[in-house]
Structure formats: structure tokens, C-alpha cells
């Protein structure tokens, strides 16, 4: 019989697989902290797969103490300037995927660039990665920034496969309402070879948008596309959500949030259970002037970020 309840269990836990979704704020002060306060965080979810928004790579390190010369680049060429890189190694046992979005000429330092994307980790072996840049309407003041959506595909432990679509859409609606379409048609590319797909990311956009109405109700954009169902909202879906009084999954802004920003959806020919969603960093952490990390600093309380995590537990049933 103990035999028998062990296989059950591995078997649950090979249908079961977690993942998380954070837009880290960049390199905004006080990085090093904040990073303290991700990663403890990520590390008590221990997720399978983690999808990133907002990650940089910077030459300047204007977020440290150290200034930029040609002497210190020569003594440590290459150091901490991968956001990315400071995250993993905190973080071992996963693959991971960076890709830039935008690049940004740093004048005042030599000419050297900076960098801002999308990442992706995962436990799983990833089978495939790519990424679509999505369109910019130069006129469009409030479309300044490139946007692109990435993609792994990945061998879950019950030999699932799972895709992973990872976003930051821009700050205009109407180029939301444009790109949405692009990733659409961009998920519609791998439908037919992967048996779940889940896009995840800072939407720009809350859960009354023309955008999310898009991908969750049968419209006419999706007809004859019966391949795999409408996506789901999977805060919506979940069958419980916690920490308790946080049922409206608000995740922006972190010291007084209004707006349920980021969001998780999935679509499946499977039977998908979100067995629990929830929200991440929304209790900021005190660093005491004490503290052996940090001396000679004031009493702070800090978030990991100016928006809250979202970790969502499925379940293959």
C-alpha cells in the first residue's frame, strides 16, 4: 500500500508544475536590496518555469556605489552589468533565456549601450526558444519603446509539452490592441504542437481591456481556430487564491495597489486545473541600520519591485 500511495504522489507531482511571473523594476535603487528580496522570494515558491519583465543589461552600474572608468572596466570587465546574471546566480537549476528589447545608447559612458528585455527560466528542458518583435507606431508618443514577446517550449516531468509566452505591452492602447493581434497570430503558429500554452506578463492594460476580451471570449478573430480552446484567465480559473484579502489580484502599484495589471492565461486541449494563484512581494521587507549586509544605513521597509508577483500552481488532471 505505501508502494502504491508513493507512485500516486510521484505521479501528482509530475502533473503539477508551477509558474511565476515578475516585472522586477529594472535596475532602480536600491538594486542589490531588492534583488535580496526577489530572489528570497522566489526561492520559497521554487517555481518550474519564470518568466521576467523589465531586465537589463547596463554599463553605466549607476545602480551600485562604483563608477564607471576605463580603469575599473579593465580590472573587472563584464561585471554586473547582466541583470539576468546577478538573478541566476542566486537562483541555480534553471536555463534560462534573455532577450533585449530596446537598446539605449549611454553617451556619458563611453558610448556603451543598455539594454532592457524579457527572461525566461525554467527547471524543465527547454525544446525550443524564440522571439517576435512587435510592431511601433513612430507617431504614437506613448508607443516609444519596443516591445517583443518571447517563447520556450518545455518538457514537463509527465512529458507535456508546454509553452511559455512571456510580454511587457505597451503603454498606448491602440498599439496593445495592434500587438495582441501579433501575438495571437504568433500563438496560432505552435497550437498545433504543444499541448499547453500559457502567456504571461505586465499587460499594461486591466482585465476589463479590449485586450484581454480578445483572448479570453470567442470572438471572430479565433473562429475555425478550434485547435485549442479561448485562453483563460488563470487568476480568474484558480480554485483558491491567497494571501487572503488580495481576491482582486491587484498587482500595481506596490505601496498601494488599484490596478490588476499582470496577468497569466492559458489555453489547453488537456484538462488544466489552476489549483492556486497568488501574489508575491506585497509585505515589504525592513532592512535594520544593524544589518551585517548593509551598515551604516538607515531603517528602511522595501518591495522587490513597484509591481506585486503573480505564482500560479497547475495541474494536470
Known amino acids: 500500500n505505501n508502494n502504491n500511495n508513493n507512485n500516486n504522489n510521484n505521479n501528482n507531482n509530475n502533473n503539477r508544475f508551477k509558474i511565476l511571473s515578475y516585472n522586477i523594476w529594472n535596475y532602480n535603487s536600491p538594486w542589490i536590496k531588492r534583488l535580496e528580496i526577489l530572489t528570497e522570494q522566489i526561492q520559497l515558491e521554487n517555481p518550474d518555469i519564470i518568466a521576467l519583465q523589465e531586465v537589463r543589461y547596463d554599463t553605466s552600474k549607476k545602480w551600485t556605489s562604483q563608477i564607471w572608468t576605463p580603469q575599473s572596466e579593465a580590472a573587472n570587465p563584464f561585471q554586473n552589468r547582466f541583470q539576468i546574471n546577478q538573478i ?3 537562483l541555480p537549476g534553471y536555463y534560462y533565456y534573455y532577450e533585449p528589447a530596446m537598446i539605449e545608447l549611454e553617451i556619458n559612458q563611453g558610448g556603451f549601450h543598455q539594454d532592457e528585455g524579457l527572461a525566461i527560466l525554467s527547471k524543465f528542458p527547454v525544446l ?7 510592431t511601433r507606431d513612430f507617431d504614437d508618443i506613448e508607443d516609444a519603446h519596443q516591445r517583443i514577446c518571447q517563447s520556450i517550449i518545455v518538457k514537463a516531468n509527465n512529458g507535456k509539452k508546454i509553452q511559455i509566452l512571456n510580454t511587457h505591452l505597451s503603454l498606448s492602447e491602440n498599439a496593445r ?13 505552435y497550437q498545433n504542437e504543444v499541448d499547453v500554452q500559457i502567456l504571461v506578463g505586465d499587460f499594461n492594460s486591466d482585465a476589463n481591456s479590449k485586450i484581454l476580451t480578445y483572448l479570453t471570449q470567442n470572438n471572430n478573430h479565433n473562429q475555425n481556430d478550434n ?10 480559473e484558480s480554485i483558491s487564491k491567497k494571501p487572503e484579502n ?9 505601496n498601494e495597489p488599484t490596478k490588476r495589471i499582470d496577468f ?4 489547453s486541449s488537456l484538462n488544466l486545473i489552476v489549483e492556486s494563484a497568488q501574489l508575491l512581494g506585497t509585505k515589504a521587507k525592513l532592512f535594520k541600520k544593524s544589518d551585517h549586509h548593509f551598515p551604516n544605513e538607515v ?3 522595501l518591495f522587490a519591485s513597484d509591481h506585486f508577483g503573480l505564482s500560479f500552481d497547475f495541474l494536470f488532471n
Do not use: M, S
Open 88 to 90: 541566476v546566480k542566486k
Open 128 to 134: 525550443n526558444a524564440t522571439t517576435i518583435r512587435l
Open 177 to 189: 490592441q495592434r500587438t495582441i493581434e501579433e501575438i495571437w497570430q504568433f500563438v496560432k503558429q
Open 227 to 236: 485547435n485549442l480552446p479561448d485562453f483563460k484567465d488563470a487568476w480568474i
Open 246 to 254: 488580495h481576491l482582486n489580484g491587484f498587482t500595481f502599484i506596490c
Open 264 to 267: 497569466g492565461l492559458y489555453r
Open 299 to 301: 531603517n528602511e521597509y
